[in-house]
């Protein structure tokens, strides 16, 4: 087997390992350190003689040994690990069990004890398999103040004394809202990045998306669930349409259509039509419909926006979230105009979740240029650009700027 098939084949194992470890013996955070020690074992091991017969029962063999000995290292826990060393590990499970400890996981991740960061952090780190320094380039931080955040999360855990398995039926609901919403940012995050030279990660969103698979594997018949891969894959499938040549971003009114995902997108809106009728609707169907409109249009001009106001005024109703209202205000100007959509934009003004955010000044330079007001609209672009920390988006800004008429001196 090749070295990249064996990369796969591990990242699908870590975390049927972790889980059916944990499981057994509890310890997640010692746990987590002895899949990692059998991950570099395997990759090594199996790169020089070959995969072993029952891949899963070799890589959770060689957990729990290493896990026995990280144990009979603390001296103050002999006892236990006296016991965990007499205990045997079945070397088989039917895949619903697999399947229950990767959700279980999940849920362990999102722990609302967790902060957001923190759940985003521990996800990528125990489920996704990805290393420290891995996460800590994706967020732009150093590789020392991740160790710190992952570590600190494995101590909360540890300290909960969260048993491990699935969530009281009462907890339920919330928790696995808490997963999504850290699939959900960490998708944004690799679609769009906040900060840094690029515009997008690609490892980071593919990540997102194979973690969203699994769940949507394990819940087939959640609806929300469902919505937010759909989602994924819709916004996704716009990906390679997103920049030029030289990484510079394209909006999507000028994005050659030709290049977005046919297959994703045929995916994406087979998912979501399957999800809505099911109700209740949730934000991540409301969104992943929007995403069909835009996807599904031949071309800008054929965007059916009043579609699109409605969807947003639905979401309105559904989420508290300034950004559902700035990109309704956009939805409405392209179709009453775009002193409607400025007149929405004034009462964001306020809004202090936006004070910092070069969104709402982005999206009045837009109005603004559609109204054929140049001055007004460069300031806004310039002022955008100045507040974002996203490289290609000052670029962007900062062009459009330059091709608008400078202020009468």
Not at 96 to 117: G, N, R, W
């Amino acid at each position: 087997m090749a070295g990249d098939r064996v990369e796969v084949l591990l990242r699908e194992l870590a975390p049927q390992a972790l889980g059916a470890v944990v499981r057994r013996y509890g310890h997640f955070d010692l746990a987590e350190d002895a899949v990692q020690e059998a991950l570099l074992a395997a990759a090594t091991q199996w790169a020089e003689d070959g995969v072993p017969a029952n891949p899963r029962a070799w890589l959770i063999t060689v957990t729990a040994r290493r896990l026995t000995d990280l144990l009979r290292a603390e001296q103050a826990r002999r006892r236990r690990e006296d016991e965990v060393w007499r205990r045997e590990l079945p070397l088989t499970g039917s895949h619903t069990a697999d399947a229950d400890d990767t959700l279980v996981l999940l849920f362990m991740c999102c722990h609302p004890a967790l902060s957001p960061a923190s759940q985003i952090a521990l996800t990528l780190r125990a489920v996704g398999g990805l290393t420290t320094g891995e996460i800590a380039r994706a967020f732009m931080v150093p590789e020392s103040t991740m160790t710190r955040r992952i570590t600190r999360a494995k101590q909360s855990i540890k300290e909960s004394g969260i048993p491990f398995g699935l969530p009281p039926a009462a907890e339920r609901g919330d928790r696995l809202a808490a997963v999504m919403h850290a699939l959900y940012l960490i998708f944004n995050e690799g679609y769009a990045s906040t900060t840094g030279p690029l515009l997008h990660r690609v490892e980071l969103a593919a990540e997102a998306i194979r973690l969203t698979r699994i769940v949507h594997r394990l819940l087939p018949h959640d609806p929300e669930v469902t919505g937010l891969l759909a989602l994924m894959l819709l916004t996704d499938a716009r990906r390679l349409a997103r920049t030029g040549p030289n990484g510079e971003l394209i909006p999507m009114a000028e994005q050659d259509r030709n290049r977005w995902d046919a297959e994703q997108i045929a995916e994406g809106v087979a998912l979501v039509s399957e999800a809505l009728p099911k109700g209740p609707t949730g934000q991540y169907q409301v969104q992943a419909a929007i995403a069909a409109l835009h996807d599904e249009a031949p071309t800008a001009d054929a965007t059916d926006w009043p579609q699109i106001v409605a969807l947003y005024e639905v979401l309105l109703e559904l989420s508290d979230n300034p950004m559902v209202a700035l990109n309704h205000a956009v939805a409405v100007a392209m179709t009453h105009g775009p002193r409607a959509g400025l007149t929405l934009l004034d009462k964001l003004a306020t809004d202090d979740r936006l004070a910092t955010d070069h969104r709402p000044y982005a999206v009045r330079a837009h109005l603004l240029e559609m109204a054929g007001d140049e001055v007004a609209a460069r300031e806004a672009y310039l002022a955008a650009a100045r507040r974002t920390t996203s490289l290609p988006r000052q670029r962007y800004l900062n062009a459009r700027a330059a091709r608008l008429a400078p202020p009468e001196k």
